[in-house]
């Protein structure tokens, strides 16, 4: 919650996080490294998407009087 509605700090914070997984994936598996696609996808392309707001429900008709 605490990035909710500051989209741009939740960014830099997982471009960070980012930093951080590439280098301990590099250490770990160096050959082959991680597929920076993958791990742009995984860290930082979610974060651009405007987040979901549930759906307004539909107004019922009134009742027809019989």
Do not use: K
Request: aromatic share 10%.
């Amino acid at each position: 919650m605490e990035y909710r509605r500051d989209r741009v700090s939740l960014s830099i914070y997982m471009a960070g996080c980012l930093f951080d997984a590439t280098a301990d994936l590099l250490a770990l598996t160096p050959n082959p490294g991680p597929d920076p696609a993958a791990l742009f996808d995984r860290f930082i392309a979610w974060t651009a998407r405007e987040p979901r707001t549930p759906a307004a429900p539909h107004p019922q008709p009134p009742a027809s009087q019989a």
